[in-house]
């Protein structure tokens, strides 16, 4: 069993800064790749960004390059997504989840474990 648990989350102004942590814990982290969603109230979930297992490759939703960067520490079982100039669109509870191989995906059916979410809220 992996159990995933995310931090971090708040709210924030319009052009603010937040940082998730999303800690691991259970069977080994550092040999796969991690992600991060989001769902906004009345929407579907979506991706927004995700991390090889090595940290070396991460890909990100169109909206959030440039203005969120994940990383991670295996040494520390964690992974990060830091988030500078928040929109109010931003707002969603962000969630992260484990892919059960190496390589980063976009697809959510790709993961198989799951944080229970931590809420952000970008005001104007």
């Known amino acids: 069993q992996v159990q995933l648990e995310e931090s971090g989350g708040g709210v924030v102004q319009a052009g603010g800064s937040l940082r998730l942590s999303c800690a691991a814990s259970g069977r080994t982290f550092s040999g796969y790749a991690m992600g991060w969603f989001r769902q906004a109230p009345g929407k579907e979930r979506e991706f927004v960004a995700a991390?090889?297992?090595?940290?070396?490759?991460?890909s990100y939703e169109d909206s959030v390059k440039g203005r969120f960067t994940i990383t991670r520490d295996n040494a520390k079982n964690t992974v990060y997504l830091q988030m500078n100039s928040l929109k109010p669109e931003d707002t969603a509870v962000y969630y992260c989840?484990?892919?059960?191989?190496?390589?980063?995906?976009?697809?959510?059916?790709?993961?198989?474990?799951w944080g229970q979410g931590t809420q952000v809220t970008v005001s104007s």
């Open positions: 991390i090889s297992w090595s940290g070396i490759s991460a």
């Open positions: 989840a484990r892919r059960p191989s190496g390589t980063r995906s976009q697809n959510e059916y790709d993961y198989d474990y």
